[in-house]
């Protein structure tokens, strides 16, 4: 604390001093341009640099003097000092916390507002974010940059290469980051969204390869002997065209019958996929899958990363694709001029954004989807 003597007309030396304390010496510049705050700066430095000129102490005689004492001895723990001046005010100097903004807060308040990812997807999203904060060395998302984020991908994508990952494994994982920020900044829980510009560039998708049709008898002739998770887990990849996600977060309640034609409410998120309700071809049920369905009690896959173990299980049979890619065999299909399936109602079945939103409309549209699907030819 000092006194600064501020020139007055005609007060002379007897002119009144001001008190300048940390509230004189702080200025809000009120922008986030930083050639604009240059600007505004200047003047206010100018000035400050008058005040710390005309500065001095503070007499031993001020009325503060009991202030200092009294302050001086809450920061140093001397609680008996207090007694020597009762009436003066006692201020908390203990520097405050930032108002910081967890990134673990964000995925849950993210989740809860956007009728929340599948369990599963929190896992993978929180691990995300787990490795996101060991590299910046906090985990406060107001106090992530772009350039902080840039930089992550870039370790990333070098990590995952050295692994034989794809950039696309990256992208994948880096899509709920851009959605947690984006979804806090519109709300108000941060002033500007850092993750808005990220992107990872050249990244293909959609060229993985379709199982012939010999290498789906074979897939599906064998997984008859699987045990059961594995062996349903690869027959719904070939019969609905799914993603592995929305498949392995599938539950009993979500299959219905009408008739003797098995009804998935796919439930799905805004990010990973889309809801919709979908029949299922004739040949699942008469494959037993709605005996599965019956068979549990909630969840119909409980086995972690059941998907990775399909594929390396369809490794051993000495064929180099994965599980993924009966989802683009049965895209394929759906494609095929002959069955004169509309694109409209191929992107519904196959859950594919951009179609015709007049598809999703009308009650009977499970009983027009289940004519199309079953001109598809059974696999087996």
Known sequence: MVERIDPGPGVGADRMPRQVGKSELVKALETANVNTATDRGASWV?????MVRDARPVPATSFVT?????????????????????????????RAKPDSYPFSVMIDECAADRSGWPED?????R??????????GHD???????????????????????LGGTRNTVKQLLSPVKVSFKWACSNGKIDTNPAADLTVDNVKVGTRPDFTKDETVTILTAAREREPEQRWFTWMMAATGASNREIYSCERADFSLQGETIVWDLRGTKTDCRERTIPLPGYLAREGFWQFVQSRPG????????????NNWIKSLGIA?????????????????????????????????????????GEMLVDYLLEI????????
């Open 373 to 380: 699907i079953e001109r598809v030819p059974s696999p087996v």
């Open 121 to 125: 997807r929190i896992k993978v999203i």
């Open 127 to 136: 691990s995300t974010f787990q490795k996101l904060a060991e590299y910046l």
């Open 66 to 94: 009991p202030w200092i004492a009294r302050n001086m001895a809450w920061m140093s723990g001397h609680r008996a000092a207090f007694a020597a001046h009762p009436d003066a005010p006692i201020i908390d100097v203990t």
């Open 299 to 310: 969840k119909l896959f409980t086995v972690a990363r059941v998907d990775e173990k399909v």
């Open 321 to 361: 694709k994965t599980v993924y890619s009966f989802r683009h065999r049965l895209a394929t299909q759906l494609r095929n001029p002959r069955l004169a399936i509309g694109d409209d109602l191929q992107r519904y079945y196959l859950g594919h954004s951009g179609g015709d939103v007049h598809a999703t409309y």
């Open 140 to 162: 406060d998302a107001k106090r992530v940059s772009l350039v902080e984020l840039s930089s992550f991908k870039t370790k990333m994508l070098r990590d995952y290469e050295a």
């Open 46 to 50: 100018a000035a400050f640099k008058e």
